[in-house]
């Protein structure tokens, strides 16, 4: 019986002497075979390499933001903006380096060197990452309800763009102009395209809903104001919502039409004029000839006033300067 029992006893000592040393052995191969354990190897001569691999291969470029660890020194390590000259002011350097064109190790190459001349550091260890580059953005201003810069790293489309800038502002027009960067210039052989946004938002073609590439800018200029006041059933400002313009008869349409008491042959166009003495110039319009034909229907450009005089044609041209002070009430409501 008391064999028997030395015997379990024996057996499990061994079993759990067995256990640890396997498990040492196993912790012990983990630690000098796996990469992830292995002692990194100081370099005196060259600062360490950014994590990211994509980024280390891309290069520096005006207006990107930098960021920049150097262990051991908490006055330089923070966010950097590249300037429109490709370079970068550091506090405890006298002179700018230049980074545009430079890769992040690169650059924190050319930093640790500046260190290591000037005392600073003996050993310096930088870490450079480009956090935020308008080469791999696009841009959108204008008459859109978010406008700034969205980060891009391949091709997306017109209303990506769009739908990330929370769509259009009320007072947007039917155009978009893109501006194009080397990516995009290369990709379309074109450096500038106007593009129809209502088609694009009501047109189920995919052909209309253009490539944007990185570097690209789109621009969505707000809608130009027209100013219809005077014997009008609607007096108002009217936005200019279509590329070709708005003429005097659909600016007329917009305000309902004019009252019974008007003086059609007497209307006028009111325009900002630098060369005009009084500022403005006044552009005669009968409507009667307009609507039968006989004289062009004038394109109104943006803040232009249509002025429709009353029935007491004396005072018709007297009244411009209230139609012009009548506009200027306009604009507080009807511009953003």
Not at 71 to 88: I, W
Not at 245 to 260: H, N, P, Y
Not at 302 to 329: C, H, M, W
């Amino acid at each position: 019986m008391r064999c028997m029992l030395r015997g379990n006893i024996f057996a499990q000592w061994g079993s759990a002497l067995l256990v640890g040393l396997l498990s040492c052995c196993l912790a012990f191969s983990q630690t000098y075979s796996s990469p992830a354990g292995a002692m990194p190897v100081a370099n005196q001569n060259t600062s360490v390499r950014p994590g990211n691999v994509g980024e280390a291969e891309s290069a520096i470029s005006p207006d990107d933001v930098l960021e920049v660890y150097v262990m051991d020194v908490a006055e330089l390590s923070r966010q950097y903006r590249v300037s429109p000259t490709g370079k970068v002011v550091f506090p405890l350097l006298p002179d700018a380096l230049t980074a545009d064109g430079l890769t992040p190790t690169q650059f924190s190459d050319a930093l640790g060197q500046q260190l290591r001349e000037r005392g600073l550091v003996t050993n310096p260890h930088i870490v450079v990452t480009i956090i935020s580059s308008r080469l791999k953005a696009v841009s959108i201003t204008g008459a859109v309800k978010m406008p700034q810069i969205y980060p891009v790293f391949g091709k997306t489309t017109l209303l990506d763009v769009l739908s990330q800038a929370q769509g259009l502002a009320d007072d947007a027009s039917n155009v978009a102009v893109i501006s194009r960067g080397t990516v995009g210039a290369q990709a379309t052989g074109q450096t500038m395209q106007s593009v129809d946004i209502k088609k694009l938002l009501t047109d189920v073609n995919p052909a209309d809903n253009i490539a944007v590439y990185p570097g690209d800018r789109i621009t969505v200029p707000h809608a130009g104001i027209v100013y219809v006041v005077g014997a009008v059933n609607k007096p108002g400002g009217f936005m200019i919502k279509t590329a070709n313009g708005m003429t005097v008869l659909q600016a007329l349409a917009m305000a309902e039409d004019v009252k019974l008491n008007s003086v059609k042959s007497k209307a006028v166009i009111i325009r900002a004029s630098a060369k005009a003495p009084e500022g403005h110039e006044q552009i005669p319009v009968n409507l009667n000839h307009v609507l039968e034909g006989k004289q062009p229907d004038t394109v109104l450009l943006a803040d232009d006033i249509l002025y429709v005089p009353e029935s007491a044609s004396k005072r018709a041209f007297r009244n411009i300067g209230q139609a012009a002070l009548q506009a200027a009430t306009l604009a507080v409501v009807y511009r953003p």
